[in-house]
């Protein structure tokens, strides 16, 4: 059986890349929870979706997600793009963006949300998206950013403007289905009360 046989939407949790590949640590979880996807998991994912089917990443998996349907993505937030970005545990603001996308119809002008070594990214040029082997014709749609000025509302970051007028959630046409990259855990503990909402858009609306 298919992926589609018994599900129309895939959400895939907060985790590294690296867990969802690979799996956990044996004995951190009971063991029928503690393998990972392996290849054909993944394989499994991308055709699920280029059928038809909607797979909605938050947080750490989004890179994953990002990196399987080659996205032509540079998460600002790691490596040399960062600088001296960091941002443990702090409250950011979003700006909704695709007005005329029932998605996001309806949210205010800002809406805040946690950032917890979450993911904040710019579209490759191009030339850029060619040279890393990414698909530069991607369909994105962008529907919320970071706002581009005093996106921090409360707690502490250091170099904050790193991540100002960057994607925070966005969709991917891939065949016939979606995915949705949320680079935020709207579902963060307490948080949830504050951003779930954005998950339920993502999981239910076109």
């Known amino acids: 059986?298919?992926?589609?046989?018994?599900?129309?939407?895939?959400?895939?949790?907060?985790?590294?890349?690296?867990?969802?590949?690979?799996?956990?640590?044996?004995g951190s979880v009971p063991a029928q929870m503690a393998r990972g996807l392996?290849?054909?998991g993944a394989v499994?994912?991308?055709?699920?979706?280029?059928?038809?089917?909607?797979?909605?990443?938050?947080?750490?998996?989004?890179?994953w997600a990002a990196d399987l349907f080659r996205l032509p993505l540079l998460d600002v937030t790691r490596g040399e793009a960062a600088g001296g970005f960091s941002c443990p545990g702090s409250v950011v603001?979003?700006?909704?963006e695709a007005p005329g996308t029932v998605t996001t119809a309806g949210l205010p002008?800002?809406?805040?949300?946690?950032f917890s070594s979450s993911?904040?990214?710019?579209?490759?040029e191009e030339e850029a998206a060619r040279e890393?082997?990414?698909?530069?014709?991607?369909?994105?749609?962008?529907?919320?950013?970071?706002?581009?000025r005093r996106a921090l509302l409360s707690g502490w970051a250091a170099e904050p403007e790193r991540i100002e007028g960057q994607i925070a959630w966005l969709s991917a046409r891939h065949g016939e289905g979606s995915v949705h990259l949320m680079g935020i855990r709207p579902q963060?503990?307490?948080?949830?009360?504050g951003a779930f909402h954005l998950l339920v858009r993502a999981l239910f609306l076109p």
């Open 1 to 26: 059986r298919g992926l589609a046989d018994w599900l129309d939407v895939l959400v895939l949790p907060g985790v590294s890349g690296g867990q969802l590949d690979g799996g956990r640590n044996p």
């Open 38 to 40: 392996d290849p054909e």
């Open 44 to 63: 499994a994912i991308e055709e699920f979706v280029r059928a038809g089917g909607k797979l909605v990443a938050v947080g750490r998996s989004s890179s």
């Open 93 to 96: 603001r979003c700006i909704p």
């Open 109 to 114: 002008a800002s809406v805040p949300v946690f």
């Open 119 to 124: 993911s904040a990214w710019k579209r490759l």
């Open 132 to 148: 890393a082997h990414l698909d530069p014709d991607a369909d994105l749609t962008v529907l919320a950013r970071y706002a581009p």
């Open 188 to 193: 963060y503990r307490s948080w949830s009360q």
